[in-house]
């Protein structure tokens, strides 16, 4: 484990480290808070899982998560959106590749050698993380966009692994958009059998899940229509799940969106996170 | 206007009054719980309407709502269910005729000369509130099963009337619910394009809402099946309404139910009644 910048912050501190990941065959990067109380014992810990065209940077310096994970007492995690480095396949466009990983294992070419994103969040992650003061056994997880889709997919087939799982303007449905077809063909091929087990909607519908849910949605969201919200809900609803979901009237898909509910969502987890 | 009790409550006033009504041709009784600040000029106004079964009594012994309108300084009104009285038309079963009105106008017979219930609330109920220090320019309103779909309908159809609309256990989808098709058939007769202006989701699909919505569905409701919640949700979020959809979990069709919820929706009316 690399340090590369520690800052004090809300009485705790904002950490960056660096770790290889023999899923992802190449060095991660994360950012951590630790609140205060780690200095005395393990805390509870959230996992931000960031969208497209994000590092492990932008949620860490613009969703003002930190301060309302002071005052419950809870570390955050911020990953990285995908290996990086040398070898590392990409495309020219924001939407795959590079800062897309969509969270998925790869099974094509040219991706399957370095983008095993489950595999790192749900292994090769949660091991680094054992090296800090964090209490492994209270852990959940939320994201944002691609991260939303992310943190629900992941919460959904590790229903074990998270106490509660919330997001922010997630891609609900992404078998049904654009914004989840055509990576899911790149990354696991032609079969859409194999894409169901990345989908919101269809995991729900599926398995059902029976931890807390949160999504907030904003109505004024320019990627309103590859979110597919509503199908999301209606799992949620058929399948009685613990779920909240929330049409947010007039805010984007932008970080202003998330830091106006951050706290709503914090506090959301440390119900369940201290249950 | 005749007064049938009053009593101290919450420093303020819970009381029953009865007045004639042209809409159903008879006599109405309904609850008012004035809170203390309406000794100083006229409050805001939250409606509830009840579900099958219930008179203007229930909500007002069972909800414990009165406690939180005096923290917010709001009336609460409790309408009945239906029109009562000799002639009223009925049903042997209890989900049709008195206590059933699903707050529509009937158009047929036996019910049409009575069963005026859209435009008893919306037109008689409201002429007879403006006699109390209530703010008529302040109204929101709220209800539970079948008076959740009153609630949701009435602020669908009449969008300048209510500030804001919530609902404990809504039938959120009557034209595909075994609550509602039969009574629709009575009601309304079997034009089933008529039909679609008395329900929640096909009201939100075809005109939208542009105020705040609340809607808290219990998961181990007995009654799930017949109440649609995902159908509402999804229309909700495909017309981008300002709506929140909460399953809680473990809930039934109670009023232990709505209990355990009331605060949150006298809090979230009273924000779009102040501001």
Redesign the interface.
């Given at each position: 484990m690399d340090t590369i910048s520690e800052n004090k912050c809300f009485g705790g501190t904002q950490g960056v480290y660096s770790h290889a990941s023999a899923a992802t065959g190449g060095t991660m990067t994360f950012g951590l808070f630790l609140p205060e109380e780690a200095a005395n014992g393990p805390v509870p810990v959230l996992i931000y899982l960031s969208g497209l065209t994000c590092t492990h940077e932008n949620a860490m310096t613009k969703s003002g998560a930190q301060a309302f994970a002071a005052e419950q007492g809870i570390a955050l995690v911020f990953p990285d959106t995908s290996p990086r480095g040398d070898g590392v396949a990409d495309t020219d466009g924001f939407d795959m590749g590079l800062a897309a990983s969509f969270y998925v294992d790869a099974t094509q070419d040219p991706w399957k050698p370095h983008y095993q994103m489950e595999t790192y969040i749900t292994r090769d992650l949660m091991q680094a993380l054992a090296d800090f003061p964090l209490d492994m056994d209270r852990v959940s997880i939320t994201g944002h966009s691609m991260g939303g889709h992310g943190a629900l997919t992941l919460a959904l087939k590790h229903p074990d692994m998270f106490r509660s799982v919330s997001a922010f303007s997630p891609i609900c449905h992404p078998t049904a958009s654009d914004w989840g077809q055509r990576q899911f063909e790149g990354y696991l091929g032609s079969d859409k059998s194999v894409w169901a087990d990345h989908d919101a909607t269809l995991l729900m519908r599926s398995n059902g899940y029976d931890k807390?849910v949160l999504v907030d949605?904003g109505?004024?969201d320019q990627f309103?229509d590859k979110l597919n919200?509503?199908?999301f809900?209606?799992?949620?609803?058929?399948a009685?799940?613990?779920?909240?979901?929330?049409?947010?009237?007039g805010y984007d898909h932008s970080y202003f969106f998330i830091a106006s509910f951050i706290a709503d969502h914090v506090d959301f987890h440390a119900q369940a996170l201290y249950a």
């Open positions: 807390p949605q109505t004024a309103y919200t509503g199908d809900a209606a799992a949620c609803a058929d009685r799940a613990d779920a909240q979901i929330r049409l947010q009237s």
